[in-house]
């Protein structure tokens, strides 16, 4: 059997590498401390066998959800013995690789109770959430509305008489529906629901309603509550019981309403607090800011997979050369693969400044100063939606890229795919997020005359210079100034913004013209998101980046700047800033860039530090031996369990011996 020469490729790629392997492995985790919990963690989970990610895509759903139990007990056990800090913990959680209903418990349902609920409250749930004495949910969706928040119909009506709010279910539609952890694990759920006293509907509050016996797990009187089903996928997101709930008449005590911005009092009256009431979309805040930089995570590993089988696959070759080439060395093969590898690279990088924003939004909030929530919002969600979008389709683009091969299981991308591609809908369609930052860009515009934008909406305080200027590139090195290529981007989104908001000014204001120019306002977005990306890449980079990697990162940098621009050539040229000409010498100049990713190219996939065990692929391998892999692989499928297989008898054998013709064959 030939061993695909993958061990020799691979080592030969790695003797090619110009930057500091270990530097940048620290600068990809986030720091030296990062890095080392990183491979602990790591090590630690791939050497025990309850965590083995072996087969998971050929069990049934039952054996799937079951095992996932298992692994999220074992996940809790081990943090308790070991006695695991709380990044420590996170990263075991990371390398476990199983979405699991522990996620929405300590993602949504804890952050939750911190963001809405009272001091008090907080003191009551907190102890009980961490020690996983309670296991939460967070339950908005329901199966006639998601991204409508405002529209959800299941109602919490206060009793003055018990001091009680009636929590109910009134349709169909008002059945709580998709939230995870909810199917069968959780014992509580944070409700979302309307508020009713006195008949009068304050709008959606949060509510925590016990929905399943602490003794025995049992759904509690008229509670109904279940899984919804198999999703997309084998594996994928199927390891969640993302669920359904209805409440009928459910009693629950005045105090489980979380009351950090509104109160009911026990004679029914109803407090506002000052506190605006987006804070009620905490939660959602907290998950999209930690959403950018689990993008890059997942994007590199399909990019990981992807570069590595690109260096082992050889396919044709050429006069000039003895062999077959690696496939890495097609052009056509670098230009699809270079710019995603560079992606991972720029997500990883603005997800860092992610997590400085929301502390910082945070520490604000804490002061009572409210005034950057409105931009936090818009780049957390606009953030959210484009690297969830580009990451899922990035994934799909790597499975191409691995050919034939990509498709089985065993290359590990299908699974990664089925897993990954629900985060463009969950925590906010992703259309419907931009339309929120199109929102933004457009009352911000309205009033930038008074009020002078800051944050990654600065750029609109110049809207009138890079309205009137142009690209002043005559070469294609000229291009390779970040100053240059961050003004092409402001001045493209600025004048998109610009564009769309001056239609819109001109008209009468209703709502069908706004929907009319929403493919407009989300294009526009999209370009503001974009803008971000770029600049907070390059931010990081100028901000004390190690000398033996600064260069690589450079060359990413402008991969990925380049490629934004090529492949949105259509709006920037529409907006009249850059010409045809300028955008084909920024081609010619990421095909620079290609060349010195090439020779470093494997090495820069080695930086992500993805192990075997949690890459799961057998095209993605270290070692580069692909093709044994691939082959023993074949000897774990259950088809081959037995040689001749089941069935045979009752329904291969008649058709091989029957021995006649079909009635109306012509043959
Ligand atoms: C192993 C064990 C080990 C243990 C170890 C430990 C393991 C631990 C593991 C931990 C791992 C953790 C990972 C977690 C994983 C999670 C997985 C994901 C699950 C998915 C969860 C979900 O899927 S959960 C549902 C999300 N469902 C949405 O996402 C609905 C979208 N729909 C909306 O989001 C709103 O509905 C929408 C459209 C804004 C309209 O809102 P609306 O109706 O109120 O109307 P408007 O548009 O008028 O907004 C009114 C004004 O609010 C402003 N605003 C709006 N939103 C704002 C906001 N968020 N913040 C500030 N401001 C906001 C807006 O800008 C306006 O401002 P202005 O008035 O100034 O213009
Ligand atoms: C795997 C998974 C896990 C989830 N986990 C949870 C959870 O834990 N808790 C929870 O509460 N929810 C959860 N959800 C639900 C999720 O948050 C919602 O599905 C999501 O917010 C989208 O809402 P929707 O399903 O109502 O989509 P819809 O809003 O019905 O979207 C359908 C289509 O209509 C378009 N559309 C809708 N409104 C507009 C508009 N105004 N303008 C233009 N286009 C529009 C959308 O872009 C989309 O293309 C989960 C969902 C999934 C898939």
């Not at 706004?514 to 990081?540: D, G, M, W, Y």
């Not at 580069?624 to 082959?631: A, Q």
């Amino acid at each position: 059997m030939q061993d695909g020469n993958g061990l020799d490729h691979l080592a030969g790629e790695r003797a090619m590498a110009q930057f500091d392997l270990q530097a940048m492995k620290v600068y990809l985790a986030g720091g030296q401390r990062e890095y080392e919990i990183s491979t602990k963690m790591a090590q630690l989970v791939a050497n025990d066998p309850v965590f083995s990610k072996e087969d998971r895509v050929r069990l049934a759903r039952k054996d799937l959800y079951k095992n996932s139990l298992r692994k999220a007990g074992h996940a809790w056990k081990t943090i308790l013995e070991k006695g695991l800090s709380e990044v420590e913990g996170l990263k075991l959680r990371h390398f476990v690789d199983e979405p699991t209903y522990t996620d929405l418990h300590w993602g949504m349902f804890i952050p939750a109770i911190k963001g809405q609920g009272t001091e008090e409250q907080q003191h009551k749930w907190l102890p009980l959430a961490y020690k996983m004495a309670i296991i939460g949910c967070y339950a908005q969706t329901e199966l006639g509305h998601g991204s409508n928040v405002q529209g959800l119909e299941t109602t919490a009506t206060f009793d003055p008489t018990t001091d009680e709010f009636i929590m109910h279910s009134p349709t169909v539609t008002s059945t709580k529906w998709w939230p995870g952890g909810l199917g069968k694990a959780s014992t509580h759920a944070l409700v979302y629901a309307r508020l009713i006293t006195d008949k009068k509907d304050h709008g959606i509050h949060a509510f925590i309603a016990p929905i399943r016996s602490l003794e025995d797990h049992t759904p509690l009187p008229n509670v109904t509550v279940g899984d919804i089903g198999v999703k997309f996928g084998n594996g994928g997101y199927n390891t969640m019981d993302n669920g359904f709930l209805r409440f009928d008449h459910v009693r629950i005590p005045r105090e489980n309403m979380l009351m950090r911005l509104a109160t009911v009092t026990k004679d029914g009256k109803y407090v506002r607090s000052n506190k605006p009431r987006q804070l009620g979309y905490g939660a959602m805040v907290f998950v999209r800011q930690g959403i950018v930089i689990d993008a890059s995570i997942y994007l590199s590993r399909a990019v990981t997979i992807a570069v590595r089988y690109s260096a082992v696959r050889r396919q044709f070759g050429n006069k000039d050369e003895p062999g077959e080439l690696q496939v890495i060395q097609y052009r056509t093969q670098q230009s699809r693969l270079f710019p995603l590898l560079a992606t991972a690279y720029a997500y990883r990088a603005v997800g860092f400044w992610m997590k400085s924003l929301y502390a910082d939004v945070m520490k604000r909030l804490n002061d009572n100063d409210f005034s950057t929530l409105p931009e936090v919002h818009a780049c957390t969600a606009g953030l959210k939606s484009i690297t969830t979008s580009v990451t899922a389709d990035g994934i799909e683009e790597c499975r191409k890229l691995c050919g034939g091969h990509g498709f089985l299981c065993a290359s590990g991308l299908p699974e990664l795919y089925a897993a990954y591609v629900p985060a463009c809908t969950y925590e906010g369609d992703n259309t419907i997020l931009l339309l929120q930052v199109a929102r933004f860009l457009l009352k911000t515009l309205s009033q930038v005359s008074k009020v002078r934008p800051v944050g990654t909406a600065a750029y609109l305080g110049n809207i009138k210079q890079l309205s009137t200027q142009n690209c002043k590139v005559s070469q294609g090195h000229d291009w390779l100034n970040t100053s240059v290529l961050l003004e092409a981007f402001e001045a493209r989104s600025a004048r998109q913004a610009a564009a769309v908001a001056l239609r819109l000014a001109k008209g009468s204001g209703s709502e069908a013209e706004f929907q009319e120019n929403t493919p407009e306002l989300v294009e526009s977005a999209r370009a503001h998101c974009q803008l971000i990306l770029v600049s907070k890449f390059i931010e990081q980079l100028q901000t004390g980046t190690p000398e033996g990697i600064r260069k690589q990162l450079e060359v990413l940098c402008y991969t990925y700047a380049f490629s934004q621009l090529i492949d949105n050539a259509g709006d920037f040229l529409a907006t009249g800033y850059v010409t045809g000409n300028q955008i084909a010498l920024a081609k010619e100049e990421l095909k620079h860039m290609f060349d010195k990713i090439r020779p470093n190219a494997v090495a820069l996939v080695d930086a992500f530090d993805h192990t075997d065990d949690y890459l799961g692929s057998a095209l993605g391998r270290y070692d580069g031996d692909v093709y044994t892999h691939l082959y023993k692989g074949a000897f774990k499928e259950s088809l081959n369990d037995t040689v001749v297989v089941d069935g045979y008898e009752e329904y291969l054998k008649p058709v091989l011996t029957q021995n006649l013709w079909a009635p109306h064959s012509k043959l």
